[in-house]
């Protein structure tokens, strides 16, 4: 064969390869969902996590934003409210992924996985949740850099409490954050 001519993989061949590389991912993936929904059945890290995620509905996220207005005032008000309105896009963009996806949430498809807390909706993938904490916690740091050793630890709380809380994989989680980074950075690219 020649160097020159470049070599094609017939198109059925290639998606079979495809297809076994992706259930093998799927079939990973769902272990990881799994053994990461086992840290629920220890009390203290139900508690912990599911406070994340409550927090994480927007109530944390609010609240900080509020504290950021109380110490800086008016010159606060619009960047803070830019990162809240930007939330309306997030949720736009997210029910838009998952209503065309309409992945299933682990809960439906794995009868061990343990649920305490109810999902907001049926479908996985993207994170909402995650997406909104990054997309906010990029935007927070970025205004008040001081905020980043308590704006980390609660993101990374938010995103973590997705999968232990079985309610999505980790390719949700992961998606969900590079949508909210796409956002955040969208939004103060706007500024």
């Known amino acids: 064969m020649s160097l020159l001519r470049p070599r094609f993989v017939e198109a059925g061949r290639w998606s079979r390869h495809l297809g076994t590389y992706l259930a ?12 990461c929904n086992r840290i629920h059945r220890l009390r203290l890290f139900r ?45 736009l963009v997210y029910l838009a992924i998952k209503r065309y996806t309409g992945r299933l949430r682990p809960l439906h498809r794995n009868q061990r996985i343990e649920v305490t807390v109810p999902p907001l909706d049926q479908y996985s993938f993207p994170s909402g949740h995650t997406l909104h904490a990054v997309n906010f916690g990029t935007q927070l740091v ?17 995103a973590a409490s997705r999968m232990v809380l079985g309610l999505h994989y980790l390719s949700d989680v992961l998606a969900g954050a590079l949508l909210g980074l796409a956002l955040a950075l969208f939004v103060l690219g706007l500024g």
């Open 24 to 35: 093998t991912y799927l079939a990973w993936e769902a272990l990881v969902t799994e053994r």
């Open 47 to 91: 508690a912990v996590f599911a406070l994340a995620s409550r927090l994480g509905d927007g109530i944390g996220w609010y609240v900080l934003a509020l504290l950021v207005i109380a110490v800086h005032g008016l010159p606060a008000v619009e960047p803070m409210a830019v990162m809240l309105l930007s939330g309306g896009g997030g949720v």
């Open 142 to 158: 970025v205004f008040e850099p001081a905020l980043f050793w308590l704006v980390l630890p609660f993101a990374l709380l938010v």
